[in-house]
């Protein structure tokens, strides 16, 4: 049976503020799935508990049949994961942070090397990989988190803005990456911001508004629902997002004062 | 112009020291009390009990701590020494000239540096010549030796201070990452260190007459800007007034090469800042020492690049290593201050101290500054990778747990019923998850909590390659040139028990990962333990070393006392290990609120948090 992952309600608060509200979803493989929601709407916290990094308040997180819970370390073994900011140790360089990633998974030998001298070719750092990971751009560091996160050959792919700082050219080899990936019978979920990179690269989409899941379902079958061309439409409907155009008339006519 | 002067004198105090919420104008009160306390308290003493003490040497001593002090406090401070590319890429769009920004930095360090020295030899300069003046000096007199004592202080930090500005400008033009760069700072901020530790014995007037008579290389300095004092006072001795001038000089081309490399940097600064990817990051030495085990390897070479690299972890070493060497030097120097001649056997036991005076004062620098994180924000790697299981004890891994034998297990080193008696109920409950480990292997996966082990584990690694190694070696060397080779096989066998020993104590029940965790000062409970540390670290130094020259003529004992010693190190750590297994993982405390800085160009110019 291929792997799926499942959220049952899950729920988390901070201070007793509800960030996420029993968001239910299943993400299968061979699925690349966009998260998408408005700032504050429960996205990262929702990636975070996916990822481990922070425990659900209430519900649970399957996959492969089991509550991650019950033996984390097998389903971390089987996660890439890519955080919203770019938090990396800044004295390592590229080539070292990539080599203690991969050694933290248990890689090592020239199979290691092997897979890291070619992931830095591919994303075209092999000439800065001995420089300090503090003179590296947004869009560089973007770069090693993706690297990093699919050395060990993950089962599931956890991307919180992945394209962030990322050029043209780096924006197409990840969509193609994500497509591979698919192919391969892998899970992918890509919480984003960026519509257009959603719209194009999943097949599926989820919104989540106010810790709650409004919509789960194909850009397709959502646009013919909702009677929307573009997945832009979709969205402002399903956050309700003031217009756009008004609130920057707004705010111009503010600084103009 | 003044709110960037502001900005930059407020930003000296408001670092990773500073306490989230703290207020830097508390900081800068609290530590300008630290430092005027020794100049009060030694002229509170003299007043007090009438004494006096000699004036030259007493003088000596406040210039040499002022010197020492103002070098430290650049090194201290050493990012903040130029303008840096944060500075340059928040200021240089803004409308003001650029050279305007490095006029506001250049005096507020300039208002730092007065206001320090002037702080640590407020009551020295004040008080001293009043206290030491004699019954029929004038108050013209008194007032004359205070400004030359107020000069020679000022001359003396400030080429010191001078000095480390002018390396650190060299620094940036030629390399900042270069190794020998980072490895200067870090000997001169040992050095400092120990200095501070050896200078009150400046004050012994016998020392002082021996270091003036003929001054060696490393405490010329002193004596040049001492000359300044003593000139400018008259002193009677004629041989004052050309160390004075050489002392003039000495300032005047610390200031020449403080100006040309500081110009020079600040030139640079464009091309530093804008530059991306530059520069060439090489693993330290010891990297080529990792373990086999992958994840042990893996921890074990970002611990070491941290040390080598972060400046913080850096400079609390060098702490303890100037602590270190201030103690072996100190020691050496009593014993000669103390004993007019001393024994053979004082003298050899004082020497075979210092290498496990080194190695326990090291290793205790190398733990606490495990305890210190490193951009606490990015240890969501080790978290999102720890691949290991939590109750389940990988039986077959470990030593002293039974294992199933049909599979090929290397056989217990230890009887079960003695092993149930040392490890009591932490091997019951082993054994009763023996069941579930075993199902594991049959199942065919892997052994889980053995990594987690691994990764701890390499903590203990980084101590034997930078603790116990280098001086095993320095004392294995020292003993082989000063006693022979029979004794230097002795002393490495005696020191490196012990030093084992000392390094599986320190490293009892630490299940964390090297600089991945929040740290929290005050932990360690300093002021409740800290007289039984001490008590207990020098017995093992000292006492050992006493004991190790007592039994010389008896190799037999040297050797049972390396064997027991041996064993409790082994004994320590396979409790160590099996407790490290049956964690649920590595040990990692949630990450403190960020915290933002603003500039707050408007208004207010105060800097707060949000």
Not at chain 1, 12 to 22: K, L
Not at chain 2, 182 to 200: D, E, G, M, N, Q
């Amino acid at each position: 049976m291929a792997p799926a992952l499942e959220l049952r309600e899950v729920s988390r608060s901070f201070a007793r503020v509800p960030v996420v509200r029993g968001v239910s979803f299943t993400l299968r493989a061979g699925e690349v799935c966009g998260y998408l929601g408005a700032n504050g709407s429960g996205k990262t916290t929702t990636v975070r508990m996916l990822v481990g990094l922070l425990p659900p308040s209430s519900g649970d997180i399957w996959f492969a049949g089991q509550n991650i819970e019950a033996n984390p370390g097998a389903y971390k073994a089987r996660l890439g994961y890519v955080p919203e900011e770019a938090y990396l140790y800044p004295h390592l360089s590229g080539i070292e942070y990539l080599e203690l990633a991969a050694g933290l998974r248990g890689l090592a030998g020239p199979a290691a090397k092997q897979k890291i001298g070619g992931a830095l070719e591919i994303f075209g750092l092999s000439g800065s990989a001995e420089s300090a990971l503090e003179t590296y751009s947004k869009g560089m560091k973007q770069k090693i988190l993706l690297a990093a996160a699919m050395l060990h050959d993950p089962d599931v792919l956890i991307l919180d803005e992945p394209l962030s700082g990322l050029d043209v050219s780096a924006v197409l080899l990840v969509r193609c990456i994500f497509a591979a990936l698919a192919r391969r019978g892998k899970i992918v979920l890509h919480s984003s911001h960026d519509l257009a990179v959603v719209e194009k690269v999943c097949a599926r989409v989820i919104v989540l508004h106010q810790g709650r899941v409004v919509a789960d379902d194909s850009v397709a079958n959502l646009g013919a629902l909702m009677h929307h061309e573009s997945l832009e439409d979709i969205f402002k409907e399903l956050t309700h997002q003031a217009d756009p155009t008004r609130s920057a008339e707004d705010l111009v006519e503010l600084m103009e004062r | 112009m003044r709110l960037l002067f502001r900005f930059f004198l407020r930003s000296f105090f408001v670092g990773d020291g500073l306490a989230p919420g703290s207020d830097p104008s508390t900081l800068a009160i609290t530590a300008a009390a630290f430092f005027a306390a020794p100049g009060l308290a030694v002229c509170m003493v003299m007043t007090v009990s009438g004494s006096k003490l000699n004036t030259d040497p007493a003088v000596a001593f406040f210039l040499a701590l002022s010197m020492i002090l103002a070098g430290l406090l650049a090194l201290v401070l050493w990012d903040d020494l130029l303008p840096n590319r944060l500075d340059f890429l928040i200021l240089r769009p803004q409308p003001l000239p650029w050279s305007r920004a490095v006029l506001a930095k250049l005096c507020a360090w300039g208002v730092l540096m007065t206001a320090f020295i002037a702080t640590v030899n407020l009551f020295s300069c004040s008080m001293l010549p009043i206290v030491n003046a004699a019954d029929q000096a004038s108050g013209i007199a008194v007032l004359r030796r205070m400004g030359a004592q107020a000069l020679g202080v000022a001359a003396g930090s400030a080429w010191i201070f001078l000095w480390i500005l002018a390396l650190r400008g060299a620094a940036a033009v030629f390399g900042e990452g270069r190794p020998v760069v980072r490895a200067a700072r870090l000997a001169l901020t040992a050095a400092l260190l120990a200095a501070i530790v050896l200078s009150p014995e400046l004050t012994e007037p016998d020392i002082y007459r021996h270091l003036a008579g003929a001054p060696p290389l490393w405490c010329a300095p002193l004596f040049w800007f001492l000359g300044i004092t003593h000139a400018l006072t008259g002193h009677a001795s004629a041989a004052w007034a050309p160390l004075a001038w050489i002392g003039a000089r000495q300032l005047a081309a610390a200031l020449a090469a403080a100006a040309l490399f500081y110009a020079w940097s600040c030139w640079q600064l464009p091309r530093r800042a804008l530059a991306t990817a530059s520069g060439r990051t090489r693993g330290p030495w010891p990297s080529a020492f990792a373990a086999g085990e992958p994840r042990r390897a893996a921890v074990y070479r970002f611990a070491l690049a941290t040390l080598a690299r972060s400046r913080r972890h850096s400079l609390l070493l060098a702490a303890w290593l100037g602590f270190a060497l201030a103690v072996v030097l100190a020691s050496l120097a009593s014993l000669t201050w103390t004993f007019p001649s001393p024994t053979l056997a004082q003298t050899d036991a004082v020497a075979l101290a210092a290498p496990l005076v080194l190695c326990c004062l090291i290793a205790v620098g190398l733990r606490h500054a495990f305890a210190i994180p490193i951009e606490i924000r990015a240890n969501w790697l080790f978290r999102v990778a720890e691949t290991e299981a939590a109750p389940v004890a990988a039986a077959s891994e470990l030593p002293f747990t039974a294992t199933s034998r049909s599979r090929g297990g290397v056989p217990p080193a230890v009887p079960p019923r003695w092993r149930q008696a040392i490890f009591g109920r932490l091997h019951l409950d082993r054994l009763r998850r023996r069941g579930e480990a075993d199902q594991r292997e049959a199942r065919g996966e892997a052994p889980q909590n053995v990594a987690v082990a691994q990764r701890l584990l390499a903590a203990r690694d980084i101590l034997l390659a930078l603790a116990v190694l280098p001086p095993l070696l320095l004392g294995a060397v020292l003993a082989w040139r000063i006693w022979g080779w029979n004794i230097a096989l002795l002393q490495v066998l005696f020191c490196g028990s012990l030093m084992l020993l000392w390094i599986e104590a320190l490293l009892l029940r630490f299940p964390k990962i090297p600089f991945t965790c929040p740290y929290v000062s005050g932990r360690a409970n300093l002021k409740l333990w800290g007289f039984a540390y001490w008590l207990t670290f020098s017995t093992f130094a000292f006492g050992s070393a006493a004991l190790e020259r007592r039994w010389w003529p008896h190799p037999d004992r040297i050797v049972a006392a390396s064997a027991a010693a041996l064993a409790a190190a082994i004994a320590l750590r396979l409790w160590n290990r099996n407790w490290l297994a049956a964690l649920p993982g590595c040990q990692f405390e949630d990450a403190p609120e960020p915290v933002v800085q603003q500039l707050f160009f408007g208004a207010g110019t105060d800097l707060s948090r949000s």
